[in-house]
């Protein structure tokens, strides 16, 4: 447009338009090239207008596509995958075609199995039974927390491995109870260091010996003060934190240890008993001893040692079943496969096949619909099975006091005799029971309801069916008794112990309401057997009969029952009768 209404030119500069393009295809280069330089690689010949390899006429090499990755020979890529490894392979497609093997630990042999084709993993119940339980028992639990290894939950097909394992290749060495997807399972290699780790520290707390080729220890300078060392490449190093005034020149050629050399340092540092922030780190800085004494005058002496007495010493030998892979870090959640009751056990003379095991277990799981015969036996305790939940239930059948649901023409066709007269509660004899126990004393009598334990059929033994043993639970051990004869993990543990232990603040009305009436936590009354071996051991001063919680129960709601019950001791709290 224009004033005088002819058409105005417009300017037009095309002859610029190549030298912007030139301009800016070199800034565009030289980006790239400063990328690839950063990167640590040559820059891309493709791009950049240089020499191109040819594979055959016309058609660059693939290698050119690939920023130089060909001339470093692949080292770049083998490190990164070196430190990241990736599966693309199923967990357990070993396993589903029943692939396992065997090692041994001092002539101990125990079966692994494999994961993502190659990796070979060992089952932690087992490990814990044939070769670990012995260190554990007496060790104190300072010395797993020295340690950090993690176990991961079994697949189905896992778990249907290690239960043929057990039933065909060890007649039931590993335990009567089937595996389910609760097990765990910790890398081989873990094991095989546990264990070492385990011995030395047994060595050295249990047994009282030590010398100069052990893989930790102590050394004291000129008979006074006292260093730990871990031995990291056939070398002893000691912690950087116990020479502060040197700090700042030793740091120059200080080190770092971690993984196992670590462990085998904390545990110095805990029989030593040195605050723990000074090495809860997964590294600690260390200094070669060699370096250290070039820092102490000439003369001083430097000898190997082990004090007599530490922080931490060894527990009583009769402890039991305080393991159960408490010594690794498990996994967050729980197992995603739906798990089968722990309370199935395994019969003495065996299971012919895992039919018959998946009978038994179905036994044991709850029932949709109850039948008469449980529901008479709920009636006699006083119980309506309309109001109450599946968990109540579910506890019950696991106490024994309602008999699990049988399939039709399945289990009962499978299950051998004296394990139908299990299930089935022996009501002639609960009923004499609860005559006996009749007269209590009425100054003695629980205040709340409790459920009854049958009578289990009794099996020729040398050893006693019921007796009181010391458990390891949420880092306390206390006294416990078990359910089942001869069944020594399934546990029970009185109130006022439970009390006393965990809450001895709490009055025992406070505590038996919360849990019976709030939470709907089942507490039981033991049977004949139970409650002799409890008045034996005075566990009935304050209350006879005394009332009974499982310590799967006490596991699984822990955190709300610490949650209540400090919200009640906040408040003034009333008077209550002691508990001894």
Same mark, same amino acid.
């Given at each position: ?37 950063? =990167? ?331 039948? =008469? ?64 126990? =009749? ?31 010391? =458990? ?109």
């Amino acid at each position: 447009m224009s004033a005088n209404g002819s058409p105005m030119p417009v300017k037009e500069e095309r002859h610029d338009e190549a030298e912007i393009n030139d301009l800016a295809r070199k800034i565009k280069e030289a980006n790239k090239a400063k990328l690839a330089q950063t =990167a640590g690689l040559p820059p891309n010949p493709m791009a950049g207008g240089g020499p191109v390899a040819m594979a055959r006429p016309g058609q660059p090499a693939i290698q050119q596509f690939f920023n130089g990755a060909a001339s470093t020979n692949g080292t770049a890529a083998a490190g990164k995958a070196g430190d990241a490894p990736q599966h693309d392979k199923p967990v357990d497609e070993e396993s589903k075609k029943g692939k396992f093997g065997w090692f041994d630990i001092e002539k101990v042999f125990l079966p692994f199995i494999f994961r993502y084709t190659t990796e070979k993993y060992t089952s932690v119940r087992m490990v814990e039974r044939r070769l670990l339980n012995r260190y554990l028992q007496v060790l104190p639990p300072e010395v797993n927390s020295c340690t950090c290894i993690r176990s991961y939950y079994i697949t189905d097909a896992e778990s249907k491995l290690l239960n043929e394992i057990n039933l065909k290749h060890t007649d039931c060495t590993f335990g009567k109870e089937a595996f389910t997807s609760k097990d765990l399972v910790v890398k081989l290699r873990d094991t095989r260091e546990f264990h070492k780790f385990l011995d030395l520290c047994h060595k050295k707390l249990v047994l009282k010996k030590s010398n100069a080729s052990d893989r930790c220890g102590f050394f004291r300078i000129n008979g006074e003060s006292v260093v730990p060392y871990t031995v990291k490449e056939g070398v002893k190093y000691v912690p950087l934190f116990y020479f502060e005034g040197e700090t700042d020149h030793l740091k120059l050629k200080s080190e770092s240890v971690e993984g196992w050399d670590l462990a085998y340092l904390k545990f110095c540092c805990k029989v030593q008993g040195i605050r723990n922030e000074l090495f809860a780190n997964d590294t600690c800085k260390v200094v070669a001893l060699d370096e250290i004494k070039g820092h102490f005058p000439a003369g001083t002496t430097f000898e190997d040692y082990w004090p007599a007495k530490g922080s931490i010493e060894p527990v009583p030998s009769s402890r039991h079943g305080v393991s159960a892979g408490n010594w690794t870090q498990k996994p967050a959640g729980q197992p995603s496969a739906k798990p089968i009751q722990s309370a199935v056990q395994m019969q003495p003379n065996g299971l012919q096949n895992l039919n018959q095991l998946s009978a038994l277990n179905a036994a044991y799981r709850l029932p949709q619909q109850l039948t =008469a015969a449980q529901l008479q036996q709920l009636s006699l305790q006083g119980l309506q099975g309309s109001q109450m939940t599946g968990q109540q239930l579910q506890q019950l059948i696991r106490a024994g006091l309602v008999a699990g649901q049988q399939q039709p023409g399945q289990v009962r066709q499978q299950q051998p005799g004296a394990y139908r007269q299990q299930l089935g509660v022996d009501m002639a004899a609960l009923q004499r029971q609860q005559q006996r126990q =009749a007269p209590a004393a009425a100054n003695k009598a629980f205040p709340g309801k409790l459920t009854q334990i049958k009578e289990f059929p009794m099996e020729k033994s040398n050893q006693p069916p019921y007796k009181l043993q010391k =458990a390891l639970i949420d880092q306390k051990i206390v006294p416990c008794i078990n359910v089942r004869p001869y069944v020594f993990h399934d546990l029970m543990m009185t109130l006022p112990d439970f009390v006393k232990h965990f809450f001895p603040d709490l009055p025992l009305e406070k505590s038996r309401e919360m849990l019976q009436e709030i939470l709907k936590v089942v507490l039981y009354k033991g049977n004949t057997g139970h409650q002799e071996i409890l008045r034996q051991e005075g566990k009935c001063q304050l209350y006879d009969p005394v009332p009974l919680v499982l310590v799967k129960d006490i596991m699984t709601y822990m955190p709300q029952i610490k949650y209540m019950f400090s919200s009640i001791t906040s408040e003034p709290a009333n008077k209550r009768p002691r508990v001894n």
